[in-house]
């Protein structure tokens, strides 16, 4: 998480955010009432007050003062297609007047999972989830089930979800002891490794027998933040074979976005087990764990009995209900059909290529960088001799990936926000389909204008 220290209340840039959004400041008034920091998601988190939306539209949202951004949010990754695709929007307006929720089995479910079926290399069995945290959730009870052994390696900083066996290692500090809230026991269990440490992780894997899965973010932490080597994906697709261990790609970002098949068809490694959710569930509350057909077993209640063996326990009111299986049929068709996917693809490698020579031409050592549709500003806390295009973060300190400086990084949001892009608080962002040209150039303005900004501000100083 960000740390979120307040930018400085005699700062022109929050001035100019304040003056700009009455209406938000009145909302989160409001909101203080009601919820803990004002707020219903703990990435959404931003100081003076967060920006409230009253509507989306294609890549551009506006808020309820009536400003237009350009969107970088992307519905937390969940609309590759952006905001209100026809089709999906189609698929789901007919659902609502068919019903949307009739506790048994119905069309839309079958051809939701034969869909994934046939776009994810992983996917022989489907179980549909209400959340990618519920899919995490199961993929490693499953993996328990499968192997008899207690132990779950993780990358510290990759993120799987809040529930508390992916706590440790993520929440509140990397190290792997036990978050607050969550049993010293279920930390224990959880075993952190530093993805620019892959040795430790050759060791670890070979020298325990009581490891029962290895979970990872294929295109590393937070959509590649933090990014993965790809050489070590296919390394411990072996590794894990030779250990009988369960490999799991958790792919919620990262399914339907990288390519129509995920990661896993980009990259050419088949894991045991997939988490799925956002795209795949067309942008609706939904989510699935996919994966190879002997383990996916263990929720079968013929192949447990047979086997003589329990059934491990699976529920979920939400599980494919039908307007997210409308909405999900809707994208995932779209998808499959068309260029969606290498379109954002393309969009974002020429944002990162736009947004360096802009950090070239004003001579500021950060760098924007990313792969596939997603998009990263380091801002160089160690204030290292870097030039931005080259920038190979796969060299850099993980943490130092992480340690952006909250001061300059909500002021970079705020003046961002000021120009018309909203952007994550990382900072950086998802693109979708169907952002082009215009919101290139309003980026790659905003983008500058800000830099500008924050440079008067004392905040930046010329390193090149
Ligand atoms: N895994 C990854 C890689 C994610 O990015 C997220 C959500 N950002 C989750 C799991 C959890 O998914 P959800 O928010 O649907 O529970």
New binding site residues.
């Given amino acids: 998480m960000p740390d979120t220290a307040p930018p400085g209340s005699n700062s022109p840039i929050v001035a100019a955010y304040r003056a700009r959004t009455p209406g938000s400041a009145a909302r989160y008034a409001r909101a203080l009432g009601l919820f803990p920091s004002g707020l219903t998601h703990d990435t959404r988190y931003m100081k003076p007050y967060p920006l409230y939306i009253e509507r989306a539209a294609g890549a551009r949202k506006w808020d309820v003062d009536g400003h237009g951004y350009v969107d970088y949010m992307g519905g ?2 969940a609309l590759l297609l952006g905001h209100g695709h026809p089709a999906v929007i189609g698929a789901a307006k007919r659902q609502l007047d068919r019903g949307t929720h009739f506790g048994n089995g119905h069309d839309l479910e079958l051809r939701w999972a034969e869909l994934v079926q046939q776009m994810v290399p992983s996917a022989e069995r489907i179980r549909f989830t209400a ?4 899919a ?1 959730l199961l993929a490693l009870r499953l993996a328990r089930a499968h192997t008899g052994r207690p132990k779950v390696v993780r990358f510290a900083t990759h ?4 529930h508390d066996s992916m706590a440790a290692a993520y929440m509140n500090h990397f190290d792997g002891s036990p978050p607050i809230g969550v049993l010293p026991s279920v930390a224990a269990d959880v075993l952190p490794v530093r993805s620019d440490a892959p040795d430790d992780v050759r060791k670890l894997l070979v020298s325990r027998d009581d490891v029962a899965a290895i979970i990872l ?1 294929p295109t590393g932490a937070s959509w590649g933040r933090v990014p993965f080597d790809p050489a070590l994906l296919i390394e411990l697709r072996a590794l894990t074979a030779q250990r009988s261990i369960v490999l799991i790609f ?1 792919e ?2 990262s399914g339907f976005r990288v390519s129509p098949g995920g990661a896993q068809a980009h990259y050419g490694v088949t894991p045991d087990l997939t ?1 799925l ?2 795209i795949g569930a067309g942008g609706l509350p939904g ?1 699935m764990l996919v994966g190879k057909k002997d383990l996916i077993d263990f929720l079968d209640f013929e192949v447990s009995a047979a086997a003589k063996r329990e059934k491990v326990l699976h529920f979920g009111t939400f599980n494919a209900n039908p307007l997210s299986a409308a909405a999900a049929v809707a994208t995932l068709e779209v998808i499959a059909g068309t260029d969606a996917c290498a379109r954002a693809n393309k969009f974002g490698a020429d944002l990162r290529a736009a947004l360096n020579g802009v950090l070239e031409a004003e001579g500021i050592a950060w760098a924007a960088y990313g792969t596939f549709s997603g998009f990263h500003i380091f801002t160089n806390p160690k204030r290292r001799a870097i030039r931005p295009r080259d920038f190979d973060p796969l060299r850099a300190d993980v943490y130092e990936l992480k340690d952006n400086p909250p001061e300059v990084v909500q002021k970079l949001r705020l003046a961002m926000l000021c120009h018309g892009v909203d952007m994550n608080g990382w900072p950086g962002g998802l693109v979708s389909a169907v952002h082009g040209p215009a919101e290139l150039a309003e980026t790659v303005a905003a983008f500058r204008a800000s830099l500008r900004a924050l440079k008067e501000e004392g905040e930046l100083a010329p390193w090149m």
């Fill in positions: 937390h990754g959340s990618g945290t519920e995490t993120f799987h979800g809040w973010e958790d919620v970002i988490t959710a956002k989510g």
